[in-house]
């Protein structure tokens, strides 16, 4: 009977029995098994457990880097919105002039930690942000290069940009209440007792009370549009120079080389999508008002264009760039933990 059930298995799979040795014996048998396994179930098992893999990965560091850098972005955060700033807007408190008048004025008018206001929410919200962007992009890029069933969907820099833009996408939908908590809290001006918002569950139950579930994915349409644009760039833009540079010299490419690249890949993305940044931010900060500025995103990217003009929508940028550094990090580094933990010798072959 067990020769029989080898006989069948190599039937089934002759090119994997023929690639092992073969054979009607058990050994055979067990070889051809394997051979099987690596069609549909192995493409299967592959993309699960690189998945799993490059989702450990962008989780190890994602938090660690965003917290280092987490005062640059309150600051970008509160030049950004500072026009749709109620705050500011009645007049309770004075405008920022730029970068380091809003980081010294926070410091002295709300403390030295209050520069760190939101990054509870900003990690909770970064480690699956991060996590779910670089397993997501390497589990579509894979999917769409897939050669196993015929020709693949896409292939060289067009999967890469796709892939980006389609994991940036599917993450948003996912992290983007905490997304939305970070820019209010973020946002939020005053010391204790004279904010809007005491934390994270505070903002979120009382923007649900509000507006219904409907209120904490306020300006998800503008968002969409941003994190195509970003996402492809920072992602598509920083694999597809790493694969050239690679073939250009036929090694592995120095981590000051891939740096570089990360750094002017993450900038080029903060800059083009930008407007697009603000625009999304503009509307985040309508949750929860009773008369909003803006009725919809092309309302916003009018009223913006009209009353402040196109500088405004580049308000904070110098901030970001300043910023992107940490963005840069995240992109070698990830490459860099992958490598720390040896996964090459994980893959199941």
């Known amino acids: 009977m067990m020769q ?34 690596r069609g549909a179930g192995g493409v299967q098992w592959r993309y699960a457990t ?19 850098v987490a005062p640059i972005e309150r600051a970008k955060l509160l030049l950004q919105t ?12 004075r405008r920022f002039r730029g970068m380091f008048d809003c980081i010294f004025r926070t410091v002295r008018e709300e403390g030295f930690l209050s520069l760190w206001r939101g990054n509870g929410s900003s990690v909770l919200r970064y480690y699956p942000s991060v996590a779910l962007n670089f397993s997501l992009k390497d589990l ?15 292939s060289g820099a067009a999967a890469n940009f796709f892939a980006g833009a389609a994991a940036g996408c599917t993450t948003l939908v996912i992290v ?47 968002s969409f549009h941003g994190m195509i644009v970003h996402r492809s760039i920072y992602f598509g833009g920083f694999d597809t120079l790493k694969e050239i540079l690679t073939k250009e010299s036929n090694l592995e490419l120095a981590l000051w080389k891939r740096w570089l690249a990360a750094q002017a890949v993450t900038t080029s ?33 009018s009223k913006i264009y009209r009353t402040e003009g196109v500088t405004s929508f580049y308000r904070g940028a110098l901030s ?9 990090a995240i992109l070698v580094l990830y490459d860099e933990v992958k490598k720390f933990m040896n996964w090459s010798s994980l893959k199941r072959i």
């Open 176 to 222: 983007y209440p905490l997304d939305i908590a970070h820019t209010r809290l973020a946002a939020d001006i005053g010391r204790d007792g004279t904010r809007q918002f005491r934390g994270i569950w505070h903002f979120l139950s009382t923007i649900c009370k509000k507006e219904g579930i409907g209120g904490v994915y306020r300006g998800l349409p503008a």
């Open 4 to 37: 029989n059930e080898n006989n069948k298995t190599d039937e089934q799979t002759p090119t994997a029995a023929a690639t092992t040795g073969g054979g009607g014996g058990g050994g055979g048998g067990g070889g051809g098994g394997r051979g099987g396994g």
């Open 320 to 328: 970001n760039m300043f910023r992107s550094t940490g963005a840069a």
């Open 140 to 154: 579509y890029r894979d999917i769409l290069r897939n050669s196993d069933d015929g020709p693949p969907v896409m």
């Open 82 to 93: 500072q026009d749709s700033n109620l705050a500011i807007v009645d007049g309770r408190h």
């Open 269 to 301: 993305a903060g800059l083009i999508s930008y407007p697009l940044d603000t625009v999304r931010r503009r509307m985040m900060m309508q949750s929860g008002l009773e008369r909003p500025m803006y009725q919809n995103t092309l309302d916003c990217w």
């Open 50 to 68: 690189s998945f799993q893999r490059d989702l450990m990965a962008g989780a190890v560091m994602g938090g660690v880097v965003h917290t280092i």
